[in-house]
């Protein structure tokens, strides 16, 4: 058996060598097949593992898409997506945290540039319609222009404020936004070939199609100079409104530098029990703009006005302060404010954090606010300087801290119903109708009047504010619609109630096709 196995192992092994060196014409077809065969198999290896590959590229995306949403709820507030980030590490490591879903793949009719103007709020308003916008008319966005001229003079660019590119990779299953335009476009618009004009206000998505897109068609670019308020806030798609809430309440997060910052002030509020967030707008932009001069000296009257009258698009120059206060039409001054806080019975325990620049007047006008609330503090008060170093001038910066304390106070109470209110109150009511106390000024001016002539007692006047503002406080409500009076009627921003009805959950805010 040893000498037939060694024999054979020898005949085998002449077999290979005769093939190997060419000998025999049956080796050398034999080699050629071999050869071929092995080529085959490396091409077939190959090609399954490039298939393989894209199957986990594409698997990764689906889970960078789904995982978070049905994780963590679509989308989140700072402080609730960090306990929902540990869960999700915790329990499924395996899912990445970053949101990624794939592109939207639509022919581009051209490309949109905006220019947003006025204060934080108000130009996250408008991004939030400009995006939506470009998406229905399925165009190239142009990451918007934050406004450098106002009262405030805040140089900040949108990538100073904003997460841009969150705000792009977020909205990309959406509309493709660019941090500029491609080269040829951006140097005809550098020569100043560029075709600049202002939408309509509180125009139909119909009228952007309808008007706006044939110029985009016509001249590639369109630049819009003007954002604030231009889509109507009723009557439009339900497709429009989702669309809207999911850039306000997801695309557009603010910065690392901001959120971290944010996140630190609520601690430290936290540590010391709950707190109030009161934006009380009694600063020297709303008061000269405004008209209202309560409570003011005659110095300080004489400045106002002249700042007023300094620029020429505040158009309403000749005010009677008084008939304004009496109409609720202006701040509550911060004397009022501490009226109004002891007569709804808020607990002088409680912090209460100022979410507002420097207020006018000084010390002087905040002596009685707290006298009452001696827990008063400020981002300037709970950060040290170096901290707060690199916002200073910048006021934009600056009210995105507020934004974010605001939306994690246990009250937030606005003093006059600006852009930062209405922006915070619908925020508030997406986290789950968080308590917002919305002063009604037309009747507390009367109240605090009838007070202070002794027509009415404390109690009296406690009763009174308590039971006129217990429907105030954020609860679940329809907006009030006024046809042909926007300006009259509730702010889609304030209460986006197409966002915040039950079968429009969170996890159902995607919009489809439009």
Not at 43 to 62: D, F, P
Not at 233 to 253: E, H, T, Y
Not at 367 to 383: D, F, G, I, W
Not at 474 to 501: M, S
């Amino acid at each position: 058996m040893c000498s037939i196995e060694g024999k054979g192992k020898g005949k085998m092994r002449g077999i290979r060598m005769g093939a190997t060196k060419g000998g025999g014409g049956g080796g050398g077809e034999r080699v050629e097949k071999l050869k071929s065969s092995r080529t085959k198999l490396w091409m077939i290896r190959a090609t399954t593992s490039v298939m393989l590959w894209t199957c986990i590229v594409q698997l990764t995306a689906l889970g960078d898409t789904w995982g978070p949403h049905l994780l963590k709820g679509w989308p989140s507030c700072f402080s609730h997506q960090d306990s929902s980030v540990s869960v999700v590490e915790d329990k499924v490591p395996s899912v990445p945290a970053r949101v990624l879903p794939p592109k939207r793949v639509y022919k581009n009719n051209g490309y949109l540039m905006v220019s947003c103007n006025g204060g934080l709020n108000q130009m996250r308003a408008a991004i939030c319609d400009m995006v939506t916008i470009a998406r229905y008319l399925n165009v190239t966005l142009i990451v918007p222009e934050l406004d450098k001229t106002s009262f405030w003079s805040d140089p900040s660019e949108f990538q100073d404020i904003f997460d841009v590119d969150h705000f792009i990779l977020s909205l990309r299953d959406e509309v493709r936004i660019l941090k500029e335009l491609p080269p040829r476009l951006k140097r005809r618009v550098e020569m100043g070939i560029v075709y600049s004009m202002p939408p309509i206000s509180w125009s139909d998505i119909s009228y952007y199609h309808n008007q706006i897109l044939p110029l985009i068609k016509k001249y590639k670019v369109v630049h819009l100079n003007k954002t604030d308020t231009r889509l109507a806030n009723n009557g439009q798609p339900l497709d429009i409104q989702k669309l809207r809430c999911r850039v306000n309440f997801s695309a557009l997060r603010f910065t690392s530098q901001i959120e971290e910052l944010g996140k630190r002030v609520v601690k430290l509020l936290r540590q010391n029990g709950p707190f109030i967030v009161l934006h009380l707008r009694y600063e020297m932009d709303m008061l000269a703009f405004s008209g209202c001069t309560q409570g003011c000296n005659t110095e300080e009257v004489e400045e106002l006005t002249r700042m007023r009258y300094a620029y020429p698009w505040w158009k309403e120059k000749i005010i009677n302060s008084d008939l304004k206060r009496k109409d609720g039409f202006c701040p509550l001054t911060p004397e009022e404010t501490a009226l109004i806080l002891r007569a709804l019975d808020i607990d002088n325990s409680y912090q209460i954090y100022i979410a507002a620049g420097e207020i006018y007047g000084g010390q002087r006008r905040m002596a009685t606010l707290a006298a009452a609330y001696p827990k008063l503090v400020r981002k300037e008060t709970l950060l040290e300087p170096s901290d707060l170093g690199f916002f200073q001038n910048h006021s934009s910066q600056m009210a995105a801290l507020d934004y974010l304390v605001s939306l994690e106070s246990d009250i937030f109470i606005p003093t006059y119903d600006g852009n930062m209110a209405k922006v915070v109150e619908g925020h508030r009511r997406f986290l789950g109708f968080k308590q917002t106390i919305l002063l009604e000024r037309r009747l507390l001016v009367d109240l605090i009047d009838q007070y202070n002539s002794g027509t009415l007692s404390w109690y009296e006047f406690s009763d009174a504010v308590k039971e006129s503002h217990e429907s105030r406080k954020g609860q679940p409500t329809q907006r009030l619609v006024i046809p042909d009076r926007p300006k009259e009627e509730d702010y889609f921003y304030a209460n986006p109630e197409e966002c915040l009805q039950p079968s429009y959950s969170r996890l159902d805010l995607s919009v489809g096709g439009l």
